[in-house]
């Protein structure tokens, strides 16, 4: 920084002191924060957000968000289209392992392609 400042003309310009006591001013400690900064913080951060803003307003907490758990998860194309194969094959044995293999996504699988 001190190079910069002398290539620059600063030195010259504003004076020694002056270019220290701005290189100084970047290596200062933080202003001083209370020393519960961050319950206030947290505070804030729940009161903001209406899933947690009852831990500090008493109100009843909202109810317990399911919705990932109710969504099912789309089956990937490429699962589709290797039991289609499998169906195409006619031989109800092979279908049978094959289900029982993809057993997480059998119920939809059948369906999609009945």
């Given at each position: 920084?001190?190079?910069?400042a002398?290539?620059?003309?600063?030195?010259?310009?504003?004076g020694?002191?002056?270019?220290?006591d701005?290189?100084?001013?970047?290596f200062a400690?933080?202003?001083?924060?209370p020393?519960?900064?961050?319950?206030q913080l947290?505070?804030r951060w729940e009161?903001?957000?209406?899933r947690d803003?009852?831990r500090?307003?008493?109100?009843?907490?909202?109810?317990a968000e399911?919705?990932?758990e109710?969504?099912p998860r789309?089956?990937?194309q490429?699962t589709?289209?290797?039991?289609r194969y499998?169906?195409s094959?006619?031989?109800?044995d092979r279908?049978?392992?094959?289900?029982?293999?993809h057993?997480d996504?059998?119920?939809?699988?059948?369906s999609e392609?009945?």
């Amino acid at each position: 920084m001190q190079r910069l400042a002398e290539l620059w003309g600063l030195v010259d310009e504003v004076g020694q002191d002056r270019v220290q006591d701005a290189m100084a001013a970047a290596f200062a400690p933080a202003p001083e924060l209370p020393s519960d900064y961050a319950a206030q913080l947290v505070k804030r951060w729940e009161l903001d957000d209406p899933r947690d803003r009852w831990r500090w307003t008493g109100e009843l907490p909202p109810p317990a968000e399911r919705d990932a758990e109710k969504r099912p998860r789309p089956v990937p194309q490429s699962t589709v289209d290797a039991f289609r194969y499998v169906v195409s094959l006619g031989d109800a044995d092979r279908i049978r392992m094959w289900l029982r293999d993809h057993a997480d996504v059998a119920h939809v699988l059948v369906s999609e392609v009945a």
